[in-house]
């Protein structure tokens, strides 16, 4: 395997040193092509799922018994062992690192817990210029635990990439705005135009973290982020254009110098695919509310796509959902490159056999 030249990243990165850098995973990522740009096939067809580490295991709950989720977060070898859990289980073609939306709030000193059954809480919402101007900087020693949490996933994975994780700004923003999980998200909605000013200095913040935090993932051995916008997709198209899209790009040109693939997902989000795409991302991630064949037609043929299996269908009669997975693999047959996922994330609720059973099927797939 030759090795791939990146002067931003350590020689000894398993994307640097050429472990990771031919993967199935990456290939796709790279729309066919490998490490050195030359067209190339995959080993085989890469398939991963969002919250493939977690509740839907026995293994992951038995684990967190005893600890919360964010304690969970930040202990180095439960995190790693944690974001394996799947990859032994599932023999999927990429870890996800085990994480959560609201880790850098926390690393900053920000009074935030996951409340079971609720999600991320803040102890005092961010909603006034004095609020945001209080907001601690985010210091690169706190990472610590990330990068050690990472460089003991990666000394297991081998040739098996990490995908670092980050929450998008606004996402991220929205909680600190609402100070709870939201439906609709009014409050930062609100803010963008009610005080714009007070929005931008926010959302500038929290682009620092989410840049941030992918970038500490991705140098401690990551080979391929993914920037996270779970609620983008209540926005419209001229509000995210104005008011999100470029703290998405900021965020996300934080990693453009480590020269790794970056997947940017939101859910809900077809209407503002091609601007998701324009924010940075080499590889744009589609939930299952659009089809891949229509977001390849939005984003162009070049843009490598990822997903979009529908998580309901998960439980449904095995018949039912191989032929929506066969159906999904000939959708995003016309993009430069297709990594097979759901549409959103594993559901705790999902049967761990279906899962491996799934990855079977794909990898059984010319």
Not at 212 to 226: I, K
Not at 247 to 270: R, W, Y
Not at 271 to 276: F, G, K, S
Not at 345 to 356: F, I, R, Y
Request: aromatic share 6%; hydrophobic share 45%.
């Amino acid at each position: 395997m030759g090795r791939v030249t990146l002067t931003s990243l350590p020689e000894t990165h398993p994307f640097a040193a050429g472990v990771t850098a031919d993967a199935p995973l990456l290939n796709q990522y790279r729309g066919g092509h490998d490490a050195v740009g030359e067209p190339s096939a995959p080993s085989r067809r890469p398939v991963w799922f969002m919250r493939q580490a977690g509740r839907s295991l026995p293994e992951y709950r038995r684990l967190r018994e005893s600890t919360t989720m964010l304690d969970a977060c930040l202990d180095p070898e439960m995190a790693a062992e944690i974001t394996m859990q799947p990859v032994r289980r599932h023999d999927v073609d990429a870890a996800i690192f085990f994480s959560d939306i609201v880790v850098p709030l926390r690393l900053a000193g920000i009074d935030v817990e996951i409340q079971p059954g609720v999600g991320p809480v803040l102890g005092s919402p961010v909603r006034t210029a004095a609020d945001v101007a209080k907001l601690p900087d985010l210091d690169e020693d706190a990472f610590a635990p990330i990068v050690e949490a990472v460089q003991r996933t990666t000394a297991q994975l081998g040739s098996t990439p990490l995908i670092g994780f980050a929450g998008a700004p606004f996402t991220l923003a929205a909680y600190m705005v609402e100070g709870r999980p939201s439906r609709d998200h009014l409050g930062p909605r609100t803010m963008m135009h009610a005080d714009p000013d007070t929005w931008r200095a926010l959302a500038e913040w929290a682009a620092e973290a989410s840049g941030a935090f992918m970038r500490a993932q991705v140098t401690a051995g990551a080979s391929a982020a993914q920037l996270f916008d779970s609620w983008a997709g209540s926005l419209g198209r001229a509000d995210y254009a104005e008011h999100v899209m470029p703290h998405s790009a900021s965020a996300l040109s934080q990693v453009k110098d480590l020269g790794v693939p970056v997947v940017h997902f939101g859910t809900g989000t077809g209407e503002i695919l091609d601007l998701m795409k324009d924010a940075g991302a080499s590889v744009v991630g589609v939930d299952y509310r659009l089809g891949l064949a229509e977001a390849s037609r939005r984003v162009g043929a070049e843009t490598p796509l990822q997903g979009n299996i529908d998580p309901a269908l998960l439980t449904a009669p095995w018949e039912v959902l191989e032929a929506h997975v066969r159906g999904i693999v000939e959708a995003g047959s016309g993009a430069a490159g297709h990594v097979m996922n759901l549409g959103h994330g594993v559901p705790p609720e999902t049967d761990p056999e279906v899962l491996t059973r799934v990855v079977e099927l794909i990898h059984s797939i010319d």
